[in-house]
């Protein structure tokens, strides 16, 4: 039975609703807000709800915070790998919302920052395990040289993914490279594909990343696959944006559920078009849809589609 195991950070969000960002030294009103679990928590979530088991092997705190993560990953059924840290509580991110759904983060980390080498050969990897690697942890001076050395004693059969993230300029080239080059899959969105590659234009960028399978989210327009046969545009869905936060988790997420399920990478990614498309009409992080709701919103653009 596939499994998900996530090696990133599973932090809480303090999310608040602006209608525009304040200006440098400034302030504005918020119209709404309240606090979720976050970063890790939202691909693992995303990978639950369309059917796929799945593992937190991250580090989490003492405290509020964590106490909160270790809840949240409970009641959506993810499993917890590691011990909880008796030093440090699991760190947060402040999310600010705009009007158009946009969302900017500012992040300060805790004990998810603090996943050493010793603490990932705890974890047992099984054959048909879908590792998940976040470009958060491989840009931390404790996490990223630790996860660039355990995944060199990965089994080559296991899949891993790469998500790098909006920290992607960060991750030294040291710790990155390895990475990339053990990823057989790398999934990221328009900017973090121009951060690896130079390339503007998404087809461009995805051709750059073809030595491996690679995938780039392009909003609203869907995403574009390259794998070793073929690049394709995968086409989204329309629908009213009310927040953008979480979305790329939801993709991701979706489309590891798809491969873990056997589906062909382009029906995998069509799903993972339609579970993002659901996600960014809800507010909040873990706002990812359920296998049902991705399933009728697919029978209803295409009635084929759930069952190819």
């Known amino acids: 039975m596939s499994r998900l195991v996530h090696v990133g950070q599973v932090i809480v969000d303090i999310v608040m609703y602006v209608p525009r960002l304040p200006e440098r030294g400034g302030d504005v009103l918020a119209t709404g807000g309240g606090t979720e ?95 998940y690697v976040s470009g958060y942890g491989l840009a931390l001076p404790v996490n990223g040289p630790a996860v660039n050395s355990w995944l060199s004693t990965v089994d080559p059969g296991i899949t891993v993914v790469l998500d790098p993230g909006p920290l992607a300029a960060e991750i030294p080239e040291a710790v990155l490279k390895p990475v990339i080059d053990r990823a057989d899959w790398i999934s990221c969105n328009e900017r973090e594909a121009k951060l690896l590659t130079g390339e503007d234009d998404p ?87 359920t296998i049902e709701e991705v399933h009728k919103l697919l029978s209803d653009e295409e009635p084929g589609d759930v069952a190819d």
């Not at 917890?80 to 992040?107: C, H, I, N, W, Y």
């Not at 979480?246 to 995998?268: I, K, N, S, V």
Request: glycine residues 12%; positive net charge.
């Open 37 to 131: 679990v976050g970063g890790g928590f939202n691909v693992l979530t995303a990978a639950v709800r369309q059917g796929l088991t799945a593992a937190y092997g991250g580090m989490h705190g003492t405290g509020p915070w964590g106490d909160l993560a270790r809840k949240r990953l409970a009641q959506e059924h993810i499993d917890v790998l590691q011990p909880k840290m008796s030093a440090l509580d699991t760190g947060f991110t402040v999310a600010l919302v705009d009007a158009e759904g946009e969302r900017t983060f500012a992040t300060t980390f805790g004990a998810e920052g603090q996943l050493r080498t010793n603490d990932l050969r705890r974890i047992q990897i099984f054959p048909d395990d879908i590792v």
């Open 203 to 289: 087809v461009k960028a995805v051709q750059a990343l073809r030595r491996r399978n690679a995938i780039v989210r392009t909003g609203a327009g869907g995403c574009v696959l390259a794998t070793s046969d073929d690049v394709i545009a995968v086409p989204g869905f329309p629908v009213e944006v009310v927040d953008t936060n979480g979305a790329g988790d939801a993709h991701t997420g979706a489309f590891m559920a798809g491969l873990a399920a056997g589906l062909p990478p382009r029906q995998a990614a069509r799903r993972a078009n339609a579970a993002a498309a659901i996600a960014v009409t809800r507010r909040g992080p873990a706002s990812a849809p």
